[in-house]
């Protein structure tokens, strides 16, 4: 079976979505980029995360075409297939309906630096990218091009978008935006959040390079977990 092992991640973290709350039903779907062989493992659509097998997951290229599978894609394979091509770093995307970034997404709100861990999406706030039906072509370029410099996007009426370099960092990501968005519900309910500047969320950043078992010159994931 072709990406036999990209499949298998694709069942599993799905199921990770669903049990951490991020998702419910067969709403929001996952990607991951094979890079040498310049194909995308994504979610099937219309299945509930706790049905799919690694069968159903479909094979798609980077232009969307299907390449191997009998299930129907998500309905986000432009989605998907546009940000692999805009961002070149990206090796999985996860997007998701989560219930207080979808909050912010509808009030056309960024998600800000209430909290230093939002430099977890490599950036200092959350932009929202503006309303277009599911599963266009509009929508896919309107995210596309704020992904190509930030890892995280809210998308308006809808819900959130992330990419990382694997699975693990992108699931991670999801979280951090989930997180942060609640904190930042929660802070506005009783007041104005003190949001941290630029400046400090680049120190964050830097930090972030040798946090835990990352090595200092690692410029790659940086693996904090929220
Ligand atoms: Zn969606």
Redesign the pocket.
């Known amino acids: 079976m072709l990406m036999l092992e990209e499949r298998k991640q694709i069942v599993a973290y799905g199921k990770l979505l669903k049990s951490s709350g991020l998702t419910n039903g067969t709403?929001?779907?996952l990607s991951i980029l094979n890079k040498e062989k310049g194909l995308i493992a994504i979610s099937p659509s219309g299945i509930c995360y706790d049905l799919v097998k690694p069968e159903d997951v479909v094979i798609i290229n980077r232009n969307g075409k299907v390449i191997d599978g009998y299930c129907k894609p998500s309905s986000?394979l432009d989605l998907h297939a546009s940000i692999y091509k805009t961002k070149s770093g990206a090796g999985s995307i996860v997007?998701t309906?989560s219930m207080y970034c979808t909050v912010f997404a509808s009030l056309n709100i960024p998600l800000r630096a209430v909290h230093y861990l939002i430099a977890n999406t490599g950036s200092d706030n959350v932009p929202v990218a503006g309303y277009e039906p599911?599963g266009s072509k509009e929508l896919a370029a309107k995210v596309s091009g704020l992904m190509a410099k930030n890892q995280a996007v809210l998308?308006a009426n809808?819900?959130m978008i992330c990419s990382g370099g694997s699975i693990e960092e992108a699931i991670n990501i999801a979280q951090t935006c989930e997180w942060v968005a609640e904190l930042q519900w929660r802070c506005l309910c009783i007041g104005k959040p003190d949001v941290l500047s630029s400046e400090q969320i680049n120190i964050v950043l830097e930090k972030f390079k040798s946090y835990g078992q990352n090595d200092a010159d690692d410029t790659g994931p940086k693996g904090y977990s929220a």
Do not use: L, P, R, T
């Open positions: 709403s929001g779907n986000e997007h309906h599911y998308m809808h819900g």
